[in-house]
């Protein structure tokens, strides 16, 4: 059974550019949830999406976009990359309150140069 | 206000010895969960454990262990017969009540076990 997975592991960006972050959920799960954790930080909620919707926002700017397929993987996207974007993004599948349970994924770094 | 609170930055241990690692949370809601996840240098965030705050009696997982005091809002993490495979960063996350999945979490605590 596969977990939650992520593409691609590292990313090395320049200021100003866009990037597309990738996450597929572990089998079953139909909800995906996005967190940025920046070095020596706890993550911290980006967005939500569930059936192709965003269904949740913490307080990240409109840079910041996703997406979700009817597969229910999910894009993360950052427009215009600032160097603060730099940090592991990470992705967590779970099945809405039915399960407390988020599985994560082993997480995407960028670096913005 | 922060809504977790984690003040250990690191904490060092023993092998087989047990360690406590605090938490305190902050919330009004009357409907919450708190989590503790292991996070190895590998970057993975590995689910421990739970406590739901109707929960009456505190949640076990193997070697961990939750010290739920309500009262004290606070959800320390017992971890029972330290190996060297739990050094890590551990965070310590909240969900604010019924219909979300958002978690809230820590800045973590570093542990490291020595033989």
């Known amino acids: 059974d596969a977990g939650v997975t992520q593409s691609p592991t590292h990313l090395i960006k320049t200021r100003g550019q866009q990037v597309t972050l990738r996450c597929s959920p572990k089998?079953?799960?139909?909800?995906v949830s996005w967190y940025q954790q920046a070095l020596g930080q706890g993550p911290q909620f980006i967005f939500q999406y569930y059936e192709e919707e965003e269904r949740q926002r913490g307080n990240f700017p409109d840079r910041f976009s996703g997406h979700q397929f009817p597969n229910y993987s999910s894009e993360l996207n950052v427009n215009a990359l600032l160097l603060g974007d730099s940090a592991l993004y990470l992705c967590a599948s779970s099945i809405p309150t039915t399960s407390y349970e988020q599985y994560f994924g082993p997480g995407t770094r960028l670096t913005v140069t | 206000a922060q809504k977790i609170t984690q003040t250990q930055p690191g904490m060092f241990v023993q092998e087989r010895e047990a360690v406590t690692l605090d938490c305190t949370y902050d919330t009004s809601d009357p409907s919450y969960g708190l989590f503790w996840y292991k996070q190895p240098s590998s970057g993975e965030m590995i689910f421990l454990i739970y406590?739901?705050?109707?929960?009456?009696q505190n949640a076990t997982e193997g070697r961990y262990s939750l010290n739920f005091q309500k009262a004290r809002k606070s959800a320390n993490l017992v971890i029972s017969a330290s190996q060297l495979g739990d050094s890590a960063m551990y965070f310590c996350?909240?969900?604010?009540?019924?219909?979300?999945?958002?978690?809230?979490f820590g800045t973590g605590t570093r542990l490291q076990v020595f033989p």
């Open positions: 089998s079953g799960h139909d909800t």
């Open positions: 406590q739901g705050s109707y929960d009456q």
């Open positions: 996350a909240m969900r604010e009540g019924s219909y979300t999945d958002k978690l809230i």
